[in-house]
């Protein structure tokens, strides 16, 4: 039994703040239990949050938060500040300045960082330093290629006009 309740308050503390924002809006929270049976006889419970937004309109709170449900409804979410988590697929944005990051190998939702703290630009990265090598092979390789091309153009002007004076002296002999 303490085992179900610790998960439940994992869980809880994952999801985005959705009874916040259906209450702050005015509007009644509430959740629902609901109980399924397996053929095999095993009942399963899972709860379920809505928001009660009046009589006739009652959204799962979730889809509220997202904006997929009762829209019309909900004013508009501020930005996500500084150290909070970003629900990205439910259209949270960070405030300017931050942006959503995770460290790279951690797993979950990031949060708001500042744009200073996300990049450390004292050491390049490997793709930086590719980058780098890419950039200054083809200027060494470009200018290649031009003396390449002056080479060939000289030696085609020469043989040119090696034709015509050849050509020449043949005609006044």
């Given amino acids: ?12 503390a994952m999801l985005p703040p959705i009874k916040e924002f259906c209450e702050d809006q ?8 609901i109980t399924t049976t397996s053929e095999g006889g095993h009942e ?26 009762g829209k019309m409804f909900s004013k508009e979410r501020p930005c996500v500040t500084e150290g909070a988590v ?23 939702q990031p949060s708001c960082t500042k744009l200073s703290q996300t990049k450390s630009p004292s050491k390049p990265s490997q793709v930086d330093s590719f980058v780098n090598e890419v ?7 470009g ?6 091309i002056i080479t060939i153009v000289l030696f085609l ?13 043949k005609r006044y002999r």
């Fill in 44 to 69: 399963s419970t899972t709860t379920k949050s809505y928001c009660k937004i009046s009589d006739e309109v009652t959204c799962d709170a979730i889809d509220f938060y997202a904006y997929k449900c």
């Fill in 143 to 148: 200018v290649a290629m031009v003396i390449f």
């Fill in 1 to 12: 039994m303490s085992i179900l309740t610790l998960s439940s308050v994992v869980r809880a």
């Fill in 135 to 141: 950039e200054k092979t083809s200027k060494a390789g």
């Fill in 157 to 169: 002007g020469y043989v040119v006009m090696r034709f015509i004076f050849t050509g020449m002296n």
């Fill in 86 to 108: 970003v629900w990205g697929n439910n259209g949270d944005v960070c405030c300017e300045g931050t942006e959503p990051y995770l460290k790279p190998g951690i797993k979950g």
């Fill in 26 to 33: 005015g509007h009644v929270f509430f959740t629902e239990e």
